[in-house]
């Protein structure tokens, strides 16, 4: 199969990046014309850092409409082609979308590897991806970006049909010698049928891999729980709140998706309900669709959600637009109308004015437990509250208080007890075990615990 430009990128690859602002009226109001270029190319830096780049310098500009051709137009282009030179980069990073015909244009004339913000976030994905799934999305994801960008123009085809029209038989022009235009036409063809061919195989091997994990999930639905589903912008410290409110270890880290594949804990409440609480991947804006298809396992888990905490980084100056971005993608994955926790993260890196402020708009809301939680992830501030806002926002599920006499052969039932449940009293008598618990009324309900039941039960629901 022929090789196509490879345009990943590489550790400490020195790249110059692009960005651009329109002029046209701005998508969040208030702010300015090219004000949201400005901020995409300070996160298409961080984006660039996560693959591991060495970032050399930027460039930026302001257009009424892109070039159809080179996107930024000729003479922008023999800037950026200069300061590649001067930086010495062999990679140029556009934090626009480029069609299959800008890409080979901008590469011709500035004589570099160019890639576009997808290409990088691709990158980013393949180099986090962990569980056997995720790689394959990643992989599924780059073949169908990179099946309209393969060309006949690689060192392999580059002259395999000569230039078309006029020489005739045998003429100067080449585009009727036999032998030169149809193979190179051939083997073209050939590779994009082995891409499909590959794409074909993956979409199988996910299918059954979705198939494996509904079986777990449907296995985890078997004794009923309250889930939660963390989502927000990435870098939010989504992954900081699920650690702190969980005890788990997942990967912490200042780089964009440093978390891609879910993560699932439990987490007792204040009412002594047990809930599953998933860490999710981080949205971006003009997060492609592919990805968002790619990354199903993690999303499906926000489709399941009972009850989703909506993490924003307080600190962002341009929160507000993030939040949009995250909401805009939970209506595109259908749970827009879903019950959502509204969680300002980071408040330990506010001034002591910008915290009064916060608190003094928030608190009107937080007395009828509508409105966002202020937490630090990092310190632990607010988490006892969010606990407690979880537990009131989520599907009521009471607590029944009874009496039982359980045979110790019902090892599984007595344990599933203890976990989900709260035992007040315990005592061996014979081959039973004697107990007072309270239970939630699903998992009694489900374990059929009503069988078990002995005198002196209380069947009320507990508040």
Known sequence: MTKTPQHNVSKAERALLVGLG???APRFPGMPAGEQGRVSLAELVELAKSAGAEIVGTVFQVRDSPDSATL???GKLDEIRAEATAHQAPLIIFDSNLSPVQQRNIEELTERRVIDRTQLILDIFARHARSREG?????????????????????????????????????AGGAGRIGVRGPGEKKLETDRRRIRDRVGKIQNGIADLRKQRALRREARNAVPLGTIALVGYTNAGKSTLFNALSQAEVLVSARMFATLDPTIRAVRLPSNRRVLVSDTVGFIRDLPKSLLTAFRATLEEVQE???????????NTHHDELDEEVHKILEELGVGDRPILRVLNKVDRLTAEERESLKTSANGKMMHDEGPVLVSAL??????????????ALPTDPLVSLSLRLPLSQGRTLALIHALGRV??????DEDMLLDAEVPVSIARRLGLNEYVVEGTSKLALT
């Open 305 to 315: 959600a009972a009850l989703i905490l909506h993490v924003s980084d307080i600190s």
């Open 379 to 392: 310190t632990g501030e607010g988490l006892d509250e969010l606990l407690r806002r979880i537990d009131v």
């Open 135 to 171: 790689q394959l999305q990643v992989e599924l994801a780059q073949l169908n970006y990179m099946l309209p960008r393969l060309t006949g123009k690689g060192t392999a085809m580059s002259r395999l049909g000569g230039k078309s029209g006029g020489g005739g038989a045998g003429g």
């Open 72 to 74: 930024v137009g000729r």
């Open 22 to 24: 329109w002029k046209r």
């Open 424 to 429: 007040l009293r315990s005592e061996v008598e």
